[in-house]
Protein backbone atom coordinates (compact mmCIF):
# COMPACT_ATOMS: atom_id res chain seq x y z
CA UNK A 1 0.00 0.00 0.00
CA UNK A 2 0.94 3.45 -0.69
CA UNK A 3 2.26 5.24 2.23
CA UNK A 4 4.38 8.28 3.63
CA UNK A 5 6.46 8.02 6.28
CA UNK A 6 7.80 11.05 8.64
CA UNK A 7 10.70 9.53 10.86
CA UNK A 8 10.60 12.69 13.78
CA UNK A 9 7.50 12.72 15.82
CA UNK A 10 8.69 15.60 18.04
CA UNK A 11 11.34 17.75 17.35
CA UNK A 12 13.05 20.62 19.60
CA UNK A 13 15.22 22.84 18.73
CA UNK A 14 16.51 26.44 19.96
CA UNK A 15 16.22 29.61 17.98
CA UNK A 16 18.53 29.80 15.44
CA UNK A 17 19.27 25.82 14.88
CA UNK A 18 19.12 24.11 11.82
CA UNK A 19 16.02 21.94 10.63
CA UNK A 20 15.88 18.78 8.86
CA UNK A 21 12.36 17.21 9.06
CA UNK A 22 12.64 13.84 7.35
CA UNK A 23 9.81 12.46 4.94
CA UNK A 24 9.96 8.83 3.02
CA UNK A 25 7.28 7.47 0.54
CA UNK A 26 6.76 4.22 -1.06
CA UNK A 27 5.44 4.35 -4.77
CA UNK A 28 7.07 3.60 -7.61
CA UNK A 29 5.89 6.25 -9.98
CA UNK A 30 5.36 10.12 -10.81
CA UNK A 31 4.04 11.82 -7.85
CA UNK A 32 3.49 15.22 -6.66
CA UNK A 33 4.41 16.30 -3.19
CA UNK A 34 3.93 18.60 -0.52
CA UNK A 35 4.42 19.94 2.70
CA UNK A 36 2.05 21.58 4.74
CA UNK A 37 2.00 23.39 8.20
CA UNK A 38 -0.49 24.10 10.88
CA UNK A 39 0.72 26.84 13.43
CA UNK A 40 -1.84 26.45 16.48
CA UNK A 41 -4.95 27.23 16.35
CA UNK A 42 -5.17 27.66 12.91
CA UNK A 43 -6.15 25.77 9.28
CA UNK A 44 -3.55 23.85 7.37
CA UNK A 45 -1.45 25.95 4.72
CA UNK A 46 1.00 25.06 2.06
CA UNK A 47 4.45 25.05 2.62
CA UNK A 48 5.80 24.24 -0.89
CA UNK A 49 5.31 21.74 -3.15
CA UNK A 50 7.14 19.66 -5.92
CA UNK A 51 5.56 18.76 -9.56
CA UNK A 52 8.66 18.18 -11.48
CA UNK A 53 11.67 20.33 -12.91
CA UNK A 54 14.18 21.46 -10.35
CA UNK A 55 14.29 19.41 -7.01
CA UNK A 56 15.26 21.70 -4.70
CA UNK A 57 12.09 23.54 -3.89
CA UNK A 58 11.75 26.84 -2.12
CA UNK A 59 8.81 27.73 0.10
CA UNK A 60 7.14 30.23 2.13
CA UNK A 61 9.05 31.55 4.98
CA UNK A 62 12.77 30.33 4.22
CA UNK A 63 11.25 26.50 4.02
CA UNK A 64 13.15 24.63 1.30
CA UNK A 65 13.07 20.67 0.31
CA UNK A 66 14.46 18.56 -2.02
CA UNK A 67 12.94 15.83 -4.11
CA UNK A 68 15.74 12.91 -3.94
CA UNK A 69 13.99 10.41 -6.97
CA UNK A 70 16.57 7.16 -5.71
CA UNK A 71 15.48 7.72 -2.19
CA UNK A 72 11.87 8.13 -2.23
CA UNK A 73 12.55 11.15 -0.09
CA UNK A 74 11.18 14.92 0.36
CA UNK A 75 12.93 16.23 3.43
CA UNK A 76 12.36 19.69 4.43
CA UNK A 77 15.04 22.04 5.43
CA UNK A 78 15.44 25.49 7.20
CA UNK A 79 18.93 27.03 8.08
CA UNK A 80 17.43 29.26 11.25
CA UNK A 81 14.39 28.06 12.59
CA UNK A 82 12.66 31.04 14.51
CA UNK A 83 10.11 30.71 17.44
CA UNK A 84 7.58 31.34 15.27
CA UNK A 85 7.97 28.18 13.03
CA UNK A 86 6.70 25.91 16.39
CA UNK A 87 3.80 24.46 14.41
CA UNK A 88 2.75 20.53 13.22
CA UNK A 89 4.14 19.38 9.80
CA UNK A 90 2.94 17.54 7.64
CA UNK A 91 4.35 15.61 3.85
CA UNK A 92 1.89 14.24 1.76
CA UNK A 93 2.20 12.84 -1.59
CA UNK A 94 0.34 12.49 -4.50
CA UNK A 95 0.61 9.28 -6.60
CA UNK A 96 -0.25 9.96 -10.56
CA UNK A 97 -1.04 6.88 -11.88
CA UNK A 98 -4.51 7.22 -13.20
CA UNK A 99 -5.99 10.05 -12.31
CA UNK A 100 -7.05 9.17 -8.60
CA UNK A 101 -5.63 12.46 -7.31
CA UNK A 102 -5.47 10.30 -4.13
CA UNK A 103 -3.72 12.33 -1.52
CA UNK A 104 -1.89 10.69 0.90
CA UNK A 105 0.13 12.10 4.53
CA UNK A 106 2.22 11.74 7.08
CA UNK A 107 1.94 11.15 10.36
CA UNK A 108 3.20 14.37 10.79
CA UNK A 109 6.26 16.01 12.93
CA UNK A 110 5.49 19.05 16.14
CA UNK A 111 8.37 21.29 15.91
CA UNK A 112 8.87 23.12 19.12
CA UNK A 113 11.27 26.22 19.05
CA UNK A 114 12.79 27.70 22.19
CA UNK A 115 13.75 31.03 22.31
CA UNK B 1 -11.15 32.23 -7.08
CA UNK B 2 -12.00 29.30 -5.34
CA UNK B 3 -13.05 28.92 -1.92
CA UNK B 4 -14.08 25.99 0.48
CA UNK B 5 -16.85 26.24 2.76
CA UNK B 6 -17.40 23.31 5.27
CA UNK B 7 -19.77 23.28 8.31
CA UNK B 8 -20.60 22.95 11.21
CA UNK B 9 -17.32 24.27 12.64
CA UNK B 10 -18.19 22.44 16.05
CA UNK B 11 -20.35 19.60 17.25
CA UNK B 12 -21.44 18.22 19.85
CA UNK B 13 -23.81 14.78 19.30
CA UNK B 14 -24.09 11.84 21.25
CA UNK B 15 -23.25 8.17 20.92
CA UNK B 16 -25.80 6.60 18.41
CA UNK B 17 -26.83 10.16 16.71
CA UNK B 18 -26.25 10.45 13.32
CA UNK B 19 -24.01 12.55 11.76
CA UNK B 20 -23.61 14.88 8.55
CA UNK B 21 -20.86 17.01 7.43
CA UNK B 22 -21.26 19.47 4.54
CA UNK B 23 -18.11 20.66 2.31
CA UNK B 24 -19.26 23.25 -0.94
CA UNK B 25 -16.43 24.61 -3.48
CA UNK B 26 -16.78 27.62 -5.27
CA UNK B 27 -15.24 28.74 -8.14
CA UNK B 28 -13.66 25.86 -10.14
CA UNK B 29 -15.58 22.34 -11.76
CA UNK B 30 -14.66 18.92 -11.40
CA UNK B 31 -12.74 19.25 -8.42
CA UNK B 32 -11.23 16.10 -6.62
CA UNK B 33 -12.49 16.28 -3.17
CA UNK B 34 -11.42 14.66 0.01
CA UNK B 35 -12.74 14.25 3.72
CA UNK B 36 -9.51 13.61 6.33
CA UNK B 37 -9.77 13.07 10.04
CA UNK B 38 -6.77 14.51 12.33
CA UNK B 39 -7.06 12.84 15.80
CA UNK B 40 -4.97 13.73 18.37
CA UNK B 41 -1.37 12.17 17.69
CA UNK B 42 -2.22 10.73 14.96
CA UNK B 43 -1.97 13.23 11.93
CA UNK B 44 -3.94 13.30 8.92
CA UNK B 45 -5.82 10.31 8.20
CA UNK B 46 -7.55 9.70 4.75
CA UNK B 47 -11.11 8.68 4.81
CA UNK B 48 -12.29 9.02 1.56
CA UNK B 49 -12.09 10.66 -1.78
CA UNK B 50 -13.99 11.92 -4.63
CA UNK B 51 -13.06 12.35 -8.45
CA UNK B 52 -16.44 12.70 -9.47
CA UNK B 53 -20.04 12.88 -9.21
CA UNK B 54 -21.75 9.51 -7.17
CA UNK B 55 -17.63 8.53 -7.19
CA UNK B 56 -16.44 7.23 -3.39
CA UNK B 57 -13.32 5.65 -2.33
CA UNK B 58 -12.75 4.47 1.07
CA UNK B 59 -9.59 4.19 2.41
CA UNK B 60 -10.57 2.87 5.72
CA UNK B 61 -12.90 0.45 7.43
CA UNK B 62 -15.43 2.73 9.64
CA UNK B 63 -18.38 3.89 10.93
CA UNK B 64 -18.71 6.78 8.05
CA UNK B 65 -19.80 7.12 4.96
CA UNK B 66 -19.66 9.65 2.21
CA UNK B 67 -21.38 11.19 -0.98
CA UNK B 68 -20.89 13.37 -3.75
CA UNK B 69 -24.46 14.26 -4.95
CA UNK B 70 -23.13 17.34 -6.89
CA UNK B 71 -20.08 18.46 -8.21
CA UNK B 72 -18.84 20.74 -5.66
CA UNK B 73 -20.68 19.35 -2.95
CA UNK B 74 -18.98 16.70 -0.66
CA UNK B 75 -21.17 15.14 2.37
CA UNK B 76 -19.72 13.08 5.31
CA UNK B 77 -21.81 11.40 7.18
CA UNK B 78 -22.79 8.67 9.67
CA UNK B 79 -25.91 6.43 11.03
CA UNK B 80 -24.52 6.18 14.51
CA UNK B 81 -21.85 7.91 15.89
CA UNK B 82 -19.48 6.16 17.99
CA UNK B 83 -17.04 7.57 20.66
CA UNK B 84 -14.25 6.90 19.03
CA UNK B 85 -15.68 8.59 15.67
CA UNK B 86 -14.64 12.24 18.11
CA UNK B 87 -11.55 14.34 15.81
CA UNK B 88 -11.25 16.91 13.95
CA UNK B 89 -12.44 16.36 10.26
CA UNK B 90 -11.25 18.27 7.01
CA UNK B 91 -12.14 18.44 3.60
CA UNK B 92 -10.29 19.22 1.08
CA UNK B 93 -10.29 19.70 -2.97
CA UNK B 94 -8.02 19.62 -5.85
CA UNK B 95 -8.02 20.86 -9.11
CA UNK B 96 -8.77 17.53 -11.21
CA UNK B 97 -5.78 18.13 -13.77
CA UNK B 98 -2.49 16.89 -12.33
CA UNK B 99 0.04 19.19 -10.71
CA UNK B 100 -1.90 21.25 -8.96
CA UNK B 101 -2.34 22.26 -4.81
CA UNK B 102 -4.75 20.81 -2.29
CA UNK B 103 -6.50 23.59 -0.45
CA UNK B 104 -8.37 22.80 3.06
CA UNK B 105 -11.11 23.70 4.52
CA UNK B 106 -11.71 25.43 8.03
CA UNK B 107 -12.72 22.17 9.31
CA UNK B 108 -14.93 21.09 11.79
CA UNK B 109 -14.24 19.48 15.29
CA UNK B 110 -16.63 16.68 16.44
CA UNK B 111 -17.09 15.75 19.95
CA UNK B 112 -19.49 12.15 20.61
CA UNK B 113 -20.08 12.10 23.75
Known amino acids: AQSVSQHNHHVILSEAASLELGCNYS??????LFWYVQYPGQHLQLLLKYFSGDPLVKGIKGFEAEFIKSKFSFNLRKPSVQWSDTAEYFCAVIPLSGNTGKLIFGQGTTLQVKP | SQTIHQWPATLVQPVGSPLSLECTVEGTSNPNLYWYRQAAGRGLQLLFYSVGIGQISSEVPQNLSASRPQDRQFILSSKKLLLSDSGFYLC????????????FGEGSWLTVV
Open chain 2, 92 to 103: AWRSGTTGNTIY
Open chain 1, 27 to 32: YGGTVN
